[in-house]
């Protein structure tokens, strides 16, 4: 098994991570069209964001309800930074 497959097998495994990671990259997208608003980092922004709900979704149901509240929390705040970009 290579490491690439290695770590999609352990996110697989790992809904809270998932979405951990995902939160993340919202943030770093989020991050990149707050320094360059333009059309497409707004774009690229929104889907990050659209793409971490979805994985917060999956991970709802984990036993770590502070660890997905916390990023729940955390989207929340890069939804609103990137609707003051508009």
Same mark, same amino acid.
């Given at each position: 098994?290579? =490491?690439?497959?290695?770590?999609?097998?352990? #996110?697989?495994?790992?809904? %809270?991570?998932?979405?951990?990671? /995902?939160?993340? =990259?919202?943030? =770093?997208?989020?991050? #990149?069209?707050? /320094?360059?608003?333009? /059309? %497409?980092?707004?774009?690229?922004?929104?889907?990050?964001?659209?793409?971490?709900?979805?994985?917060?979704? @999956?991970?709802?149901? /984990?036993?770590?309800?502070?660890? %997905?509240? @916390?990023?729940?929390?955390?989207?929340? @705040?890069? =939804?609103?930074?990137?609707?003051?970009?508009?």
């Amino acid at each position: 098994m290579s =490491k690439h497959d290695h770590n999609t097998s352990l #996110q697989t495994q790992n809904p %809270i991570s998932q979405a951990q990671n /995902s939160v993340e =990259k919202a943030h =770093k997208a989020t991050t #990149q069209a707050q /320094s360059h608003p333009t /059309s %497409i980092t707004l774009e690229q922004a929104e889907n990050a964001i659209t793409k971490a709900e979805h994985a917060l979704e @999956q991970a709802s149901d /984990s036993v770590n309800q502070g660890a %997905i509240e @916390q990023a729940r929390e955390s989207l929340e @705040q890069d =939804k609103q930074a990137l609707d003051d970009c508009y």
